[in-house]
């Protein structure tokens, strides 16, 4: 959905979070994630760099630095972020006009993507599973939720959400 938003939705620049999980083959620091030591993550926690963050059962933590908002805003960019649950409800408090999205893959299919993916182990395929099935329950506190059962259609629907919501934030703008 990200990557079909940044194509399509020209105006959309991806916040590049930050995590704490070793780097996996061809990822690039400050491209896919800025790659952070445990240390060097709760030294920018400590100094409130992160707009919000998350700590994964399987223990690595990931979240948005406050400066990747700001570098996007600099570029006349409108920032996208790619969160979990809690982060994205976190944003929602933080930012005035924040809009959130829960995409909604089914069970299922989400598990064939992951074992499909082969970047978790089992029992981090497990974890993330009850996750996933924890985080539905809360999928009603979202600005607009989209069922992702097909890429091609949700992709559309994502799309046509992030520009009706670019539309009537211009529209407030202008008066």
Same mark, same amino acid.
């Given at each position: 959905?990200?990557?079909?938003?940044?194509?399509?939705?020209?105006?959309?620049?991806?916040?590049?979070?930050?995590?704490?999980?070793?780097?996996?083959?061809?990822?690039?620091?400050?491209?896919?994630?800025?790659?952070?030591?445990?240390?060097?993550?709760?030294?920018?926690?400590?100094?409130?760099?992160?707009?919000?963050?998350?700590?994964?059962?399987?223990?690595?933590?990931?979240?948005?630095?406050?400066?990747?908002?700001?570098?996007?805003?600099?570029?006349?960019?409108?920032?996208?972020?790619?969160?979990?649950?809690?982060?994205?409800?976190?944003?929602?408090?933080?930012?005035?006009?924040?809009?959130?999205?829960?995409?909604?893959?089914?069970?299922?299919?989400? =598990?064939? +993507?992951? !074992? @499909?993916?082969?970047?978790?182990? /089992?029992?981090?395929?497990? %974890?993330?599973? #009850?996750? *996933?099935?924890?985080?539905?329950?809360?999928?009603?506190?979202?600005?607009?939720?989209?069922?992702? =059962?097909? +890429?091609? !259609? @949700?992709?559309?629907?994502?799309? /046509?959400?992030?520009?009706? %919501?670019?539309? #009537?934030? *211009?529209?407030?703008?202008?008066?």
């Amino acid at each position: 959905m990200v990557q079909a938003l940044l194509e399509r939705v020209p105006k959309l620049r991806l916040a590049v979070s930050a995590t704490t999980r070793p780097r996996r083959p061809a990822e690039e620091d400050g491209v896919h994630y800025w790659f952070l030591s445990d240390a060097e993550f709760d030294r920018r926690l400590a100094a409130g760099e992160f707009l919000e963050y998350h700590e994964f059962p399987w223990g690595q933590r990931s979240g948005t630095l406050r400066s990747e908002l700001d570098r996007i805003g600099r570029d006349g960019g409108v920032p996208l972020l790619e969160l979990e649950l809690n982060g994205s409800l976190a944003v929602r408090e933080a930012v005035p006009n924040a809009v959130t999205l829960f995409v909604d893959a089914p069970l299922p299919e989400l =598990e064939r +993507r992951l !074992r @499909a993916r082969a970047t978790e182990s /089992a029992g981090e395929i497990e %974890e993330r599973i #009850a996750l *996933a099935r924890e985080q539905r329950a809360l999928a009603g506190r979202f600005d607009h939720v989209v069922a992702n =059962e097909d +890429r091609e !259609r @949700a992709a559309d629907e994502c799309v /046509a959400i992030v520009e009706r %919501e670019l539309a #009537a934030a *211009a529209s407030m703008a202008c008066r």
